[in-house]
């Protein structure tokens, strides 16, 4: 099936369609999802209420770009009004005194594989989290995430900052462990 085809048949109300679709996309929008839950379970919940959205909105994808990136920007709004809704957001961050930050300029993303990288990201606090992944996974501009997640641009920007620092912090950590076990 096309994305036409499926979006046409979501819209029908035709249960193979919606299947087609949570079969397609559901496992990639899990892990979308746990990069903003602190858990499995709540990544697992806001999938659930992602879809519920996708299926009740798919009238308004356009099919002017793939339906896979119209159902991840559902998935990710749902996930920041869940963060949002838990005051997750407010309780981690400091925003009332988010300055600017001196941060070394080295790259230290550029020195993690992938898999240290998503590990460091997932215990970082949620407001890190939230903006690092909007920014550097999702794409969105600081403007855009300040808009997104009722912030200004300057904190998105600090909070960005922030957590490049505390991902270097923590990777130089894990360095020293690692060279201790040489």
């Not at 209420?49 to 990136?69: A, H």
């Not at 903006?131 to 300057?154: D, P, Q, R, T």
């Amino acid at each position: 099936m096309t994305d036409h085809e499926i979006a046409k048949g979501c819209i029908e109300g035709r249960r193979e369609a919606q299947q087609t679709l949570w079969k397609l996309h559901s496992r990639k929008m899990l892990s979308v999802c746990m990069r903003y839950c602190d858990s499995r379970e709540e990544a697992e919940d806001v999938l659930q209420d992602g879809f519920v959205k996708v299926f009740e909105k798919i009238n308004q994808w356009q099919g002017s770009g793939p339906l896979g990136g119209w159902v991840r920007t559902v998935i990710v709004n749902t996930a920041l009004t869940y963060i949002r809704s838990r005051n997750k957001w407010r309780n981690s961050v400091d925003l009332e005194k988010a300055e600017d930050l001196d941060g070394d300029e080295t790259d230290a993303l550029s020195i993690m594989n992938e898999a240290t990288l998503l590990a460091l990201i997932d215990k970082m606090p949620t407001g890190y989290k939230t903006v690092f992944n909007l920014f550097a996974i999702e794409g969105y501009g600081h403007k855009e995430i300040g808009e997104l997640l009722g912030i200004s641009e300057n904190t998105s920007k600090t909070q960005f900052l922030k957590a490049k620092n505390w991902l270097k912090k923590n990777l130089a950590e894990l360095e020293q462990i690692s060279d201790e076990y040489r």
